[in-house]
């Protein structure tokens, strides 16, 4: 008997729009989220997130600090080739091919907020005080989000999320 497959999780990945933005996601149609250097983000990276689960796209290191836009992930994790890649900025020299250290998932646009969703419009929010983003201290890169916070993010963007 085969192993049931989980039910569909959604994901917020962070990224300074000076590094990468929404609108090089948007330009490129896809990317491999790679220079991940977190053990517990790698994780999730590793073994949680599934090809088909959606993404919030939030950047970070910039004003506004925003939820942006929406990815979808298109493959899951696999050996994150800038680690054995000595002119990558993310080379790690103790990486071992054999046993893979750090993973990498690749992205698919499929939309820009006509207005970002401010972390203020956020903490405004009762219902997302439990929210892994809001939390004081939290620098993960990858999260993971609740049906509820989804469908309260997707409803300050102004979108149905019966319909992604």
Known sequence: MAAKR???RSWLF????????IDDLARDGRTSWEG????????LLRDELQVG??????????KPLAIVGLARVVRSGYPDPSAADPS???????QDPAVPRWYTVDLEFVAKFAE?????????RPE??????LQRG???SVQPVTDAEWRCVLGLAGLDPRRL
């Open 6 to 8: 989980p039910a569909r």
């Open 14 to 21: 962070k990224s300074e729009p000076g590094t990468y933005s």
């Open 36 to 43: 991940v250097r977190n053990y517990q983000a790698r994780n």
């Open 53 to 62: 689960d959606p993404v919030l796209f939030y950047h970070s290191s910039a």
């Open 88 to 94: 990558s900025e993310h080379h790690d020299p103790a």
């Open 116 to 124: 970002p969703v401010t972390r203020d419009a956020l903490l405004a």
């Open 128 to 133: 997302l005080a439990g929210m892994m983003l």
């Open 138 to 140: 939290s620098r993960l």
